[in-house]
């Protein structure tokens, strides 16, 4: 197994960020096995989901409506409503995993893998890539 950890700068606003072109960069040297993608934090998560086309900001706008960002959350420390990002988790899981054949990441024509952060607490994130051999 081969593994990195990344730095990822999201900034102080709820963001979707695109990491494929890092998780293709990462495999590219590799042969078959399996990709997978960890965010060790409790705010944030991952999706395998089309961005560039208003999807990435429609889930941040479902996730405001399905997650409000208001008093309702026993979790109150942070900004005004920080807990339902502590709820984020289950509903957008901190890992994913993709197939690898031949060093290329079997996506979907539009599938991107992306780290899902509406947490504007922390303006860096970790990302573990790592890569287990078929």
Do not use: Y
């Not at 709820?87 to 901190?94: E, K, R, S």
């Not at 947490?119 to 890569?131: A, H, I, K, T």
């Amino acid at each position: 197994m081969r593994s990195e950890l990344r730095t990822v700068r999201t900034g102080g606003e709820p963001v979707v960020v695109d990491l494929t072109g890092e998780c293709e960069d990462f495999v590219r040297q590799e042969d078959d096995g399996l990709l997978s993608v960890f965010v060790p934090h409790a705010t944030a998560g991952l999706a395998v989901i089309e961005t560039g086309a208003g999807s990435d900001d429609d889930l941040l706008a479902q996730l405001d409506e399905l997650l409000p960002r208001d008093g309702r959350w026993r979790h109150r420390h942070g900004s005004p409503g920080h807990g339902r990002d502590h709820v984020l988790p289950a509903f957008v899981p901190p890992h994913l995993s993709v197939p690898v054949l031949g060093g290329r990441l079997q996506l979907g024509t539009w599938q991107r893998i992306c780290l899902v952060d509406p947490n504007g607490d922390n303006p860096e994130r970790q990302v573990r890539l790592s890569f287990l051999r078929g």
